[in-house]
């Protein structure tokens, strides 16, 4: 028996006494974007979701392949009604046994999906205000970079946003550079120079980063580079966005006192939905 919400109940399922994704955040995931029954940049995800895995000693499946995982994600959302515009994850997680020391480096996974309004990027919200957060810092190492069910600092960053009225936070590293925000990559606009901070940094390996990257560098004059983004650099710059696959782009309009305008995220919103429609 174990007491589950406070409710004594039989131990039928090994949800909270073995799962090793509950009790040591011994899992890696992806957030995945369906649009009419396509899901986005696959290659881009399924390539990183194996990286994690390797990264983190997981026994890959013979069975994993890039169709596979394609076939079961977009079998559910079929079965959901949901193929026309979706939110999928697929979180994959060390068999149970063991404490830190696994028994086995087998894995299970787990596919939800859920349906969204709308199929391309827009600009919902026009007022979006940012600041630091300096509780925590995130480390500069292998494992910032990939998606692990360890996002503890991201819930405490997201409810000291709420609390202070905030939209989101910038995180920093562990040499007080600005890498990321809670849900996605930044980039900051100076003049004809987009800057973002590169993976060295300890910032997600995120797969929308890589696609802006790909796009702002088709722009006539238009220079991309990867370096360390400080808190005072922020001052200085024209335009802030954030990016991630379902939101696409955020632009940021406030940082502390300083204002900043949406034109350069409003043409990468265009591209990036002209992108998807051609694709």
Known sequence: ?????????????????????FLFGDAV?????????KILFLEDHYFRLMASMRIVRMEIPMNFTMEFLEEQILTLAKANKTENAARARITVYRND??????????????????????????IIQKEYIVDLYTDFYVAKQLLSSIKTTNKLLNITASIYAS????????????????????????????????????????CLNGIMRKQIISLAKTIENMEVVEEAISPFDL????????????????????????????????????KMNDFINQD
Do not use: W
């Not at 995931?29 to 029954?37: C, H, Q, R, W």
């Not at 063991?98 to 709308?118: A, D, M, Q």
């Not at 024209?238 to 696959?245: G, R």
């Not at 204002?259 to 995220?265: C, L, R």
């Open 163 to 202: 609390e202070n009225g905030l939209d989101n936070c910038l995180l920093l590293n562990d040499s007080k550079n600005v890498i990321e925000a809670l849900q996605g990559n930044l980039f900051m606009l100076k003049g004809n120079v987009l800057v973002t901070p590169p993976i060295s940094e300890g």
């Open 1 to 21: 028996m174990i007491n589950y919400n406070g409710a004594i109940v039989s131990d039928d399922t090994n949800l909270l006494t073995q799962n090793r994704a």
């Open 97 to 122: 046994g063991g404490y830190y020391l696994p028994k086995t480096n087998t894995v299970s996974f787990l596919i939800t999906v859920e349906s969204l309004e709308n199929k391309l990027n827009s």
């Open 235 to 270: 001052q200085k710059a024209d335009e802030l966005f954030i990016t991630n696959v379902i939101k696409g782009i955020q632009p940021i309009t406030r940082y502390r006192k300083k204002e900043f305008s949406i034109h350069f995220s409003e043409l990468m919103i265009k």
């Open 29 to 37: 995931f992806e957030t995945l974007k369906i649009v009419n029954s």
